[in-house]
């Protein structure tokens, strides 16, 4: 393993402890009854986070991470989580904005 893949490794790490402790706070925040879904780093540019109901994987990406305020990642973890919540409380799987 490189050190560039090492050090990489190490923030996900941090990074994905990190979010599992915000995703639990805003669930008890906003009173939402979420079960902890499998939480993974992507290395998009494009995409900043995506839901996945089919293996119930929230993604978010290094670049979204490691370029930007982490408030603007709270952001889009809260997005993903409302697709989340449509699709686990409400039945809709459909991943349209509409």
């Not at 990074?15 to 998009?44: D, H, K």
């Not at 293996?55 to 603007?72: K, N, Y």
């Amino acid at each position: 393993m490189t050190e560039t893949a090492l050090v990489d490794s190490r923030l996900h790490a941090a990074w994905l402890s990190q979010l599992v402790r915000e995703f639990r706070g805003i669930c008890f925040q906003y009173r939402v009854p979420l079960q902890l879904p499998v939480l993974t780093i992507s290395r998009s540019h494009s995409q900043l986070g995506s839901w996945s109901a089919t293996d119930r994987r929230l993604s978010l990406s290094h670049f979204l991470i490691s370029a930007h305020p982490w408030a603007t990642t709270l952001c889009v973890l809260k997005h993903e989580m409302a697709h989340q919540l449509c699709s686990e409380l409400h039945g809709r799987d459909d991943v349209a904005h509409g």
